[in-house]
């Protein structure tokens, strides 16, 4: 099978879509907030993840530091502990995630990464949509096949759980999140903020480490603790 290759440019412009719909949102406080999931949501469930690191963590830290001085309402705020690049949500939320379900995944990750070079992504400028806030992602090549291939894995199974994550879908773009909206007041100073970073490069991760990681959100944190990790 032919790799996916990545289409930046289509990308780009899908960033830019998204955040002149952002924009607006922030601006005016239209935004959709999304609550602490409970169990059986589709959301926050167990993913497969890329941790920050280093300089360039740093970096990125210091954006969603910024983001949360300047915000009017209460929203997650992502800590520098919790700073990821998710390479795939497989799972709804569960209050529990059953052994069975951490087999099942870290056994598919082990197959997926088989003669795989690194993955990587480079980062360039802060964007989102109201859905929340992030800094734009652009994988490379392996990356894509990585999730091909999971995805692949995924459908002779299905969810083992309750319904939700990536499904039958994979994703095509490399964002890490900064900013998850839970209450749905005006934030021009984080709009204006935000627009103002749109084109500030922060460097790129390159790695051959995924973490299995599971989150316990609260309405200000995501609280991401790591299962376990595979290195290929």
Known sequence: MTPVQPDHPGLRSHYEREWNEGRTAFTDGTFRPDPVPRDGDPRFGLSLVVSTAGAFADQIAAETETIASLCRGTHLNYVPSDLHMTVRSVEGYQDTVPQRQIDHYLGQLKQAVTDLGPISAS???????????YVRGYPNAALLELRRRLRDARIPFGNLGPAGGDGDRYRDNAHISLLVPR??????????????????DFGSITCSQISLVVWRPTVRAANIEEIDSITW
Request: hydrophobic letters at 40%; charged letters at 15%; zero cysteines.
């Open 123 to 133: 980062f360039a400028g802060l964007g989102g949509s109201p859905g929340g806030l």
């Open 183 to 200: 209450e749905a007041v005006p934030e021009p100073e984080v709009a204006a903020y935000v627009d103002s970073r749109t084109s500030v």
